[in-house]
């Protein structure tokens, strides 16, 4: 999709001069009047993080699943619901937007809410491909909105100490890190996949809003509920979890772009039907280091975490739990381990905070998305096309290059 149909087909134009009179100066102790576009489960988990926030207002939901409309309704009464989140950011009551739609549809609401004057909450990863990345970095580049990636972790204390530890010199040369995540499901199910309630059909669902053009003529209830499952939708697992941790260690030691990915795996755990990869092995290429991520679906021993590795000490964080630094004794003898001390914040509340005191320095903000997305996307072109990528090959790479 080129730039021009992108921003065509979101309907920015009209969306932006309806909604821009809204923009208002906000006080420290000022209502922010949110909106909600995607209700699903994290849809959800956002808006009940909101809501636990001071001076915090929902006054609309939008989901293409009249279902989930409902259910936002019995959780938030009062409340308007549309099926089109257009609609939505037309309203100029609304200050700030959480978009927690499936993947495919995070560019178009980004760009569409930056638009409308919205402040943004945009769950990751940011894209479905490059190009939308690329699009949504323009689009935040030109604006004054307060945008937050919703890669939570970014805001651990274990990441401030983490990045205080490098920042003081106290890893030495740092050549490796290591990453992973392990889950299990019961044999004979696999991860992510969910029931499809009797209502899933094409009464309850906008099908066409979901497709975002992509051609499925025929409704899919099992696509439209277990999305995480096929590329058209998703990036999965690399997109699901890897980007959490990719944030966490970029950020704490401030790498910009790998320059190559490798990534190689394939359905192992469950034969039910996914395309994404349920078990598989990524290494990110940076200028004196790789970055290693490794999952699988079928042993959840060793849950998550990562080792950043240095020629004089590691820094080992489990959980996303507090940091712990480990020093190496043939170059750092004397130096005994240290446990990070330093308090987490909420990222929704830095959000907001962000929000009042009109900073565009969130703890995740536009830069964080992209390189994150980027380095995923990377990796997910590598395993489709079965060959080491290199950062100027996937940003050379088409749009369909994804589907």
């Known amino acids: 999709m080129n730039r021009r149909n992108f921003l065509s087909n979101a309907g920015i134009g009209a969306i932006a001069m309806a909604a821009m009179p809204s923009m208002r100066a906000l006080g420290a102790n000022d209502r922010i ?13 956002d808006l009940d993080e909101a809501l636990k926030q001071p001076n915090i207002e929902c006054v609309a939901v939008a989901d293409t699943y009249s279902r989930r409309r409902d259910l936002a309704k019995a959780k938030v009464p009062g409340i308007e619901t549309y099926d ?12 700030a937007v959480i978009n927690a739609t499936p993947m495919h549809l995070h560019a178009r609401y980004f760009v569409a809410a930056l638009a409308a004057g919205k402040d943004l909450y945009s769950e990751k990863t940011m894209t479905w491909n490059i190009p ?3 699009e949504c970095q323009k689009a935040a580049k030109a604006s004054k909105q307060v945008i937050q990636i919703g890669v939570q972790h970014v805001s651990s204390g274990g990441m401030a100490d983490a990045r205080d530890w490098i920042a003081k010199g106290h890893l030495g040369k ?3 890190v290591e990453s992973w995540i392990s889950r299990n499901t019961p044999r004979g199910h696999g991860q992510w996949v969910r029931p499809i309630p009797d209502d899933c059909d094409l009464q309850h669902v906008n099908w066409k809003l979901f497709l975002d053009g992509r051609p499925e003529p025929k409704f899919d209830a099992n696509k439209y509920i277990n ?3 096929f590329w058209q939708f998703s990036g999965g697992n690399v997109t699901e979890n890897m980007v959490h941790q990719n944030a966490w260690i970029t950020s704490a030691l401030g790498l910009e772009l790998p320059i190559a990915a490798v990534m190689t795996g394939g359905v192992f755990s469950e034969q039910d039907g996914r395309q994404v990869p349920d078990t598989f092995n990524v290494t990110l290429e940076y200028p ?7 999952s699988t679906f079928s ?7 990562e080792r950043v590795l240095g020629s004089n000490g590691t820094i080992e964080s489990i959980n996303f739990g507090p940091s712990t630094f480990w020093p190496e004794k043939a170059n750092n003898p004397g130096v005994e381990t240290m446990q990070g001390t330093s308090k987490g914040v909420n990222h929704m509340a830095n959000w907001f905070e962000c929000i009042r005191s009109r900073s565009q320095a969130t703890n995740a903000p536009i830069e964080v998305g992209y390189r994150t997305a980027i380095a995923g996307h990377m990796a997910n072109l590598s395993y489709r096309r079965k060959q080491r990528v290199t950062l100027a090959e996937a940003m050379a790479a088409p749009a369909s290059a994804w589907m």
Do not use: C, Y
Not at 288 to 294: E, K
Not at 299 to 305: D, E, K, M
């Open 33 to 45: 009047r949110i909106g909600l576009i995607g209700a699903g489960d994290r849809g959800m988990q």
């Open 84 to 95: 089109d989140p257009m609609r939505l950011l037309e309203r100029k009551d609304i200050d």
């Open 132 to 134: 939308q990345t690329v």
């Open 174 to 176: 740092i050549t490796m």
């Open 227 to 229: 999305w995480r499952l």
């Open 288 to 294: 004196g280091m790789i970055v290693v991520w490794q």
């Open 299 to 305: 042993n959840s021993h060793f849950a998550l975490g």
